[in-house]
Every structure is written in C-alpha cells, then in structure tokens.
C-alpha cells in the first residue's frame, strides 16, 4: 500500500474503502477546508464533516445527525488540540493534529468504534425542547443539557421545568445507533 502522507488523503481512503461513504463535497472556510462525507446508506441522514488546515492539520472530525440535535450542539464547538491522543501526559497544545502515526491510530479508533453514549429528548408535539447527552460512559450523573425553546434567560430558569410539563415525551437514542463505526 501506498504511503499516505495526508490527512486528506488518509480519511478519504479510509472512509471511502469503507465502502460507507460516498466521495466527498468540499468547501472552504476562511483558512479551513471542510470536507463533508455522507453515507451511501439510503435511509441514513449521519453525516461526517472534516476540518483541515493547511500545513497538513486536522482541526476536526465532526459526525453529525439532525436526530441528536444535542450531539450535533455538543460537537459544534469541538476541535482537535495538538495532544489529543498524547500519552505523555500533555494536553491540549496548539490547535489541530499534525499528521504522524499516533494520532492517525487515535483518529481510526474515532472512526472504527463510532459514538458511545445517548441522548434523551423531551418532545412534545414532535418538536424536540430539550435533550440530555450522556457520553461519559462510568457517570451517569454526568450530562449535557441543551434548551431549544425561545424562552428567556429568566423563565429557562424560574419557568416550569420541560421536564415537568404535560404531554411531553421522553425519547432516548443511542448514539452507536446514528453512527456505530466503519467496518
């Protein structure tokens, strides 16, 4: 096999030999490439977007589902520091993944194992108001709560609880189920 000297050309082979994903589009954003995979499955919506930066670094790797909003809110603001997969004890650093062999296994563990976790919504006429993320797999007590109402600062806080209120449903949804990794 070929030596691959990129993370574009690494994720690409490695999602599209997949046979799971379709080529890639591509679009710019100021000083960032994203590159936004979709799966070939027909009924499938999950979606993965890579960030690149140039001198050859990963910013990200986002998997995105418009069933999880929580997830997707979650993942939003989630970028890729120079330590990430770093054994040594360091963490964080700069910015982004050099490309080198030890974060390429972090990033094939990322994409072979898939989401672990869930997300619990509260719905109520079909309309999701509010999800819980659980993605701490030993700490159930451990979340992330996202509001997606227009209510106001005061009323998220001393309004009734979405919990609470009549005929709201409760869904849960297993993020292995939205993305469960390449095979």
């Known amino acids: 096999m070929q030596e691959l000297k990129q993370w574009k050309e690494f994720i690409n082979r490695v999602l599209i030999e997949s046979g799971e994903f379709e080529n890639p589009k591509a679009e ?54 120079k330590h990430n997969f770093s054994e040594d004890g360091e963490s964080y650093g700069n910015p982004a993944l050099e490309f080198n062999a030890r974060n390429r296994n972090g990033i094939l563990s ?17 309309k999701i108001l509010k999800s819980k993320l659980y993605i701490a797999q030993y700490d159930l007590n451990f979340n992330y709560s996202y509001d997606f109402t227009e209510r106001g600062f005061w009323n998220k806080i001393f309004g009734q609880k979405i919990d609470k209120m009549n005929g709201i449903e409760k869904r849960e949804i297993e993020l292995n189920k939205i993305f469960s990794g390449i095979k």
């Open 28 to 81: 710019f954003n100021g000083d960032a490439e994203i590159e936004t995979f979709k799966s070939i499955e027909q009924n499938s919506l999950t979606e993965i977007r890579v960030g690149y930066l140039k001198d050859n670094l990963l910013i990200y790797l986002h998997i995105f589902n418009p069933t999880v909003p929580g997830y997707n809110k979650y993942v939003e603001g989630e970028y890729f520091y």
């Open 110 to 126: 990322i994409l072979k194992n898939g989401l672990k976790g869930k997300e619990v919504q509260f719905v109520k006429n079909n």
